[in-house]
């Protein structure tokens, strides 16, 4: 009995920690990411290259997907559910579904599938290399060159991808339903302009910049836990994409409850 | 012993030093050019076209100039060294210290080599100092001086 209180108050302290230094690594870059200072030369060619990894490469997927859920979800969803009647609420509900539920959460999936795993496999692989000793030999903070630039592409891709998924979305939707039900066009897109909310983008944008930052922010920690050997590198990945589901769930619930209380 | 004495010598001359070592390795995701302007960039907050000009002519005392975009895993012995010197030498005024070169440049028998490059580039450092371990002294006789 006093050894299971022992364990679960060693895994208690040890989650805490692992907590607090998560956050407290979260602030270190927050102040690095506001100082103007550490914007020189260098932290900006990453920023770029980091920009094009993280949001343009990854376009020819997301452009299919995102096509394909307003095919599905705005042009055959809301036709099919004009024929249950109390048409406007019911576009007014699937719209605010799509852009504060869909939209960002396969946006986050995509970018943490792609972007999240690379990061923290590079991250781990540096520091198994020696790579983030050869940084600190030359003065150069890896909080500065490596972590901030991440997390910042990781921040204004979310935001992006979400602005241009949600514009596509309803571009297709309304091409598809104009194409398989016949709806004219300006009918539907009024439609949709109209079921459209302020507070609906508010969430969205929210979402994006808080998720962009914790899935970016999460892997790069992780891959900077690893040690000098190889069989860390693994391990770093795995806890780092673990961590990284986790923190969607908490801020999607932390969102849905936020909007509902 | 060796590592205390690199260890002592950055103590005296940071931030104005340079390291090349075994251990000090180059960044594996970065072109050879970037691994060097990255210290010119990132201390100096040079443009990157402008360090990248710095960077190639620097490259070029070595005939180095056309391995400028490939990345390290691809290169010799001897060029990993000189990019990892010439990385070395990006910080200004710098005082260079060498980590047991001749595990980094498995094959040379004496130190002729590293010794005609660190003459070729002697405007580029204040001061050079080779740790090296000392049953490696014979290799370093080669009328070149120490």
């Known amino acids: ?131 983030l000793r050869t940084l600190e030999m030359f003065d150069i903070d890896p909080v500065d060159y490596l972590c901030m630039p991440r997390v910042l592409t990781g921040m204004f891709t979310m935001l992006i991808l979400c602005g241009f998924s949600t514009l596509l979305i309803m571009i297709s939707g309304i091409v598809s339903s104009a194409l398989i039900f016949g709806v004219a066009m300006d009918v539907q897109a009024d439609q949709l302009i109209q079921a459209l909310e302020v507070s609906d983008i508010a969430i969205l944008t929210f979402k994006a910049v808080t998720l962009g930052f914790f899935v970016t922010l999460i892997p790069i920690w992780f891959g900077l836990q690893a040690s000098r050997e190889l069989t860390s590198i693994p391990v770093a990945v795995l806890n780092g994409m673990l961590k990284v589901f986790i923190a969607i769930v908490t801020i999607e619930v932390i969102t849905l409850t936020t909007r509902f209380i | 012993m060796l590592a205390q004495a690199v260890d002592e010598f950055a103590q005296i001359h940071r931030p104005a030093w340079g390291i090349v070592s075994p251990t000090v390795p180059l960044i594996s995701n970065l072109d050879n050019w970037l691994n060097i302007s990255l210290i010119i960039q990132y201390h100096q907050n040079m443009p990157k076209k402008q360090a990248y000009k710095l960077v190639l002519d620097k490259l070029e005392r070595f005939n180095l100039a056309p391995i400028a975009h490939l990345r390290p895993s691809v290169l010799g012995n001897r060029e990993r060294f000189l990019v990892m010197l010439l990385r070395a030498c990006a910080v200004p005024d710098a005082h260079l210290a060498i980590d047991r070169p001749f595990l980094m440049l498995a094959g040379e028998n004496d130190g002729s080599f590293l010794m005609n490059r660190l003459g070729l580039i002697g405007d580029l450092y204040q001061e050079c100092r080779i740790f090296d371990f000392s049953h490696w002294k014979d290799r370093y006789q080669t009328g070149y001086g120490t």
């Not at chain 1, 108050?9 to 907590?19: C, E, Y």
């Not at chain 1, 060619?45 to 020819?60: D, K, N, S």
């Open chain 1, 1 to 131: 009995m006093d050894g299971s209180i022992e364990h679960i108050g060693r895994r208690t302290i040890h989650a805490t920690r692992g907590l607090r230094d998560t956050f407290s690594f979260a602030l270190r870059v927050l102040s690095r990411m506001l100082n103007p200072r550490t914007y020189n030369s260098a932290v900006k060619g990453v920023v770029v290259t980091q920009f094009y990894f993280t949001a343009v490469q990854i376009l020819p997927l997301f452009t299919l997907i995102t096509v394909l859920s307003g095919v599905f979800l705005v042009g055959i969803g809301i036709n099919l559910a004009k024929g249950l009647g109390f048409t406007d609420t019911l576009v007014r509900l699937i719209m605010a579904f799509v852009i504060t539920e869909v939209v960002p959460l396969t946006t986050v999936v995509l970018i943490t599938l792609r972007s999240g795993a690379a990061m923290n496999t590079e991250i781990a692989v540096m520091k198994v290399n020696g790579e």
